[in-house]
């Protein structure tokens, strides 16, 4: 048994879990925040045996698409202090856009009770 985590652009959240759910994937959503650029992203968590996980990942890469770089002025937060330290706020930073960012763990035990 394996247990997927998956964060996703908030847009795609809804295509990926459809997706998921017709495939006969259990998803659960957590709505989640960036550390870095403090915005809004889907934590998906998808437990499943291991010889299922491989689709669950082309589900994934399917509907979130191709990850791209874009500029992106890192923002000062509202009450003036730097997001992500003092070296990144006010500056240009090159950030990665679409795609997904997964972790695939060993789940020790899984019961429904
Ligand atoms: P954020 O932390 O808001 O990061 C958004 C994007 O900013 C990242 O895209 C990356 O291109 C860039 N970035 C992040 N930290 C950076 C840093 N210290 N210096 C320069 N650029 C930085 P992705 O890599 O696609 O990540 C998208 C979201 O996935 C992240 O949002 C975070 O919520 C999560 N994530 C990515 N890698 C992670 C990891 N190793 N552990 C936990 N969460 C992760």
Redesign the pocket.
């Known amino acids: 048994m394996k247990m997927i985590y998956a964060?996703v652009?908030s847009e795609d959240d809804l295509n990926v879990t459809d997706r998921l759910n017709r495939a006969g994937y259990s998803v659960t959503k957590l709505a989640?925040?960036?550390?870095?650029?403090?915005?809004g992203?889907t934590?998906l968590l998808i437990g499943t045996e291991e010889e299922r996980v491989q689709k669950v990942i082309d589900i994934i890469k399917k509907e979130c698409g191709q990850?791209d770089?874009e500029m992106?002025n890192v923002p000062y937060s509202s009450n003036g202090m730097p997001y992500?330290g003092a070296e990144?706020a006010g500056s240009y930073?090159?950030?990665?856009?679409?795609?997904?960012?997964i972790?695939v763990l060993d789940v020790e035990r899984y019961e429904k009770i």
Do not use: M
Not at 32 to 39: C, D, M, S, W
Not at 94 to 101: E, L, Y
């Open positions: 964060i652009p989640t925040t960036g550390g870095f650029l403090r915005k992203n934590t990850r770089h992106l992500s990144f930073v090159t950030v990665d856009k679409g795609g997904a960012t972790f």
